[in-house]
């Protein structure tokens, strides 16, 4: 997918980009392209790769869950900014915080909306569990969201205490998403969440399925979630 087929797309799918948003994933490709010769960013570094499997791939999420009705967004181990990001660049209005483990990454981050004159952004170095445990962020978020983080079942105990009561979590999973959320429903029902939405589609070109969840939480989460760092990894919620 070029940059022209991925403009297209997206204006197929309702979301007409500007000159100013097009020339900012223009910059934000090549900038990944260039911080992945100093540090491991991401696998796929071509420009058809990254506008389909990061770019679009992240945007699909506002097709199925309405981001023009909510204003706060975390979204949990970005890595290099997905799905977070290019979901900012086309709804500028939202205000975007970013959770990694790797300081590297959050350099990478801060000089990328820099560059790219994105406000409302803030990026924190630090373990999901511990971060989930902060009073400043804990039950904050109208939306927290993740892409290839985790399996749902720990991926539940990272996002969910994040998520205020009323709010969502947003879940982009790929083709084993069924087989996940199975695993994760005593988790999703402990962290104070239940199910609202799911929606399975493919990703065009490539046709690789994908499926998206979207949690209403419905109470506060217990305070011993998120537990220790390793933890939800090592023991998830059963």
């Excluded at 900012?24 to 058809?48: C, G, H, P, R, S």
């Excluded at 506008?51 to 023009?68: N, Q």
């Excluded at 029902?189 to 199910?195: F, P, Q, V, Y």
């Amino acid at each position: 997918m070029n940059e022209k087929e991925f403009v297209k797309a997206l204006k197929e799918k309702g979301i007409q980009l500007t000159d100013e948003q097009i020339n900012q994933f223009k910059q934000y490709f090549e900038l990944l392209v260039e911080w992945n010769e100093k540090m491991n960013l991401t696998a796929i570094t071509d420009l058809e790769g990254v506008y389909l499997k990061h770019f679009y791939d992240s945007i699909s999420a506002s097709f199925y869950f309405d981001f023009t009705k909510v204003t706060t967004v975390c979204d949990v181990g970005a890595g290099a900014g997905f799905p977070s990001l290019p979901i900012k660049i086309c709804f500028p209005h939202l205000h975007v915080t970013i959770v990694d483990s790797l300081n590297k990454r959050i350099g990478f981050l801060n000089h990328l909306s820099e560059q790219l004159n994105l406000d409302h952004v803030e990026f924190v170095h630090a373990r999901a569990e511990e971060f989930g445990q902060n009073p400043k962020y804990r039950e904050k978020f109208d939306v927290t969201t993740a892409r290839a983080v985790a399996r749902l079942s720990v991926l539940s105990e990272f996002c969910i205490p994040l998520v205020k009561k009323g709010g969502n979590f947003v879940a982009l999973k790929a083709a084993a998403g069924p087989e996940e959320l199975k695993d994760a429903k005593k988790a999703i029902s402990t962290l104070g969440a239940k199910i609202k939405e799911e929606y399975a589609y493919k990703l065009p070109v490539e046709e690789s399925d994908r499926t998206l969840y979207v949690f209403d939480k419905i109470k506060e989460t217990p305070k011993k979630y998120p537990r220790k760092p390793g933890v939800p990894n090592k023991t998830p919620i059963q």
